[in-house]
């Protein structure tokens, strides 16, 4: 406990944690991991307050994917039976998007499938950027590979956040895909800082990563940069790769939200796709374990839960939903 307790100090104090440090975080064991997750809730009170950040998504471009990703069910590799459809029309993101709002979400992503728009599909996307920022929500974007010029076009249609996540450690990476690479993946992130963009990258936990990956991750992380980093979990969907991996443990998933929460302390820590399919009735310690933002709604092809039921959550621990702070957003 005494190395645990130097170790959240030091965080606390404003310096950075060693991999060594971290090594020793990932290695506690129950009953000591309910002292990590304590420490890093007292982290998230330090450095983020009480609010958690809310954000919705819509899969706005489904299917056909010819990237070969072995998690994911809209890939070339995936024979999982979900729905394909072509980009869909700027008034049903829009109504997507007041659904969202209504439901108490800051934020509302424009997801498409495939390695990254182009063209006609682009320009259609910055209408509908520009529609979301109309109807009151942040709008963000997760549309693959994009270049600078492409970004700049987009953050002039107001966008304020892209998300593009490095999914594991650039070890692993190659296990998972090899339509593109993770260097692909780091100068997107580059290239929309570059651009003035707010950046949100994180990955998935479950693949059959080894701890020293997603520690890698981390810091791959913390050097790159990005002010909200999701947290997937696997949810195993038939037709896909890895339809036959076990669910991390709830306590697994929430040690890596925690150490998360150590490496990135000033970071949003947002517990996104999974989230009630490994952690079941451990979902409310989502918050005491680090996190201070969610994926609210329905994901990409599997399904969330109902917005208040959330918002519900949120408040009866006694923290807020960012929108209910009355934050102005052209100042966010």
């Known amino acids: 406990m005494h190395a645990l307790n130097n170790i959240e100090e030091k965080v606390l104090s404003g310096r950075k944690i060693s991999a060594k440090e ?20 007292r982290i998230r009170r330090h450095f983020r307050g009480n609010a958690v950040d809310l954000c919705a998504i819509v899969n ?114 190659p296990r998972i895909c090899t339509t593109h690479s993770y260097a692909e993946k780091m100068q997107t992130i580059r290239d929309a800082r570059a651009a003035g963009l707010s950046v949100c990258s994180g990955g998935i936990f479950g693949l059959g990563e080894t701890w020293e990956d997603r520690l890698d991750m981390a810091f791959a992380l913390r050097d790159a940069g990005p002010d909200s980093v999701p947290i997937n979990f696997l949810t195993p969907i038939e037709g896909t790769e890895l339809a036959r991996s076990r669910p991390l443990a709830p306590l697994e998933a929430l040690k890596i939200i925690s150490i998360y929460r150590f490496i990135l302390p000033e970071r949003e820590i947002r517990v996104c796709g999974g989230r009630l399919q490994t952690l079941g009735e451990f979902n409310a310690f989502i918050f005491f374990a680090g996190a201070d933002g969610l994926l609210v709604g329905n994901y990409l092809t599997t399904l969330g839960r109902g917005y ?16 209910d702070t009355g934050a102005d957003m052209d100042n966010i």
């Open 22 to 41: 971290a090594g020793y975080l990932s290695a506690l064991q129950s009953p000591s991991v309910m002292d990590l997750f304590c420490a890093a809730n």
């Open 60 to 173: 706005a471009k489904s299917g056909k994917c010819p990237e070969d990703c072995t998690y994911c069910a809209q890939s070339s590799r995936s024979t999982a039976a979900i729905a394909s459809y072509a980009l869909l029309e700027k008034s049903t993101v829009a109504e997507k998007a007041k659904e969202a709002k209504r439901g108490g979400a800051k934020r509302f992503c424009i997801v498409t499938s495939g390695k990254r728009v182009s063209g006609k599909e682009l320009e259609k996307i910055a209408l509908m950027i520009a529609a979301v920022r109309s109807i009151g929500l942040l709008p963000c974007a997760t549309l693959g590979l994009l270049k600078k010029e492409d970004l700049l076009l987009l953050k002039r249609a107001g966008l304020e956040r892209y998300h593009n996540n490095l999914e594991s450690s650039e070890r692993f990476f």
């Open 308 to 323: 208040q039921e959330d918002l519900d959550l949120i408040r009866n621990l006694g923290l807020s939903a960012a929108s």
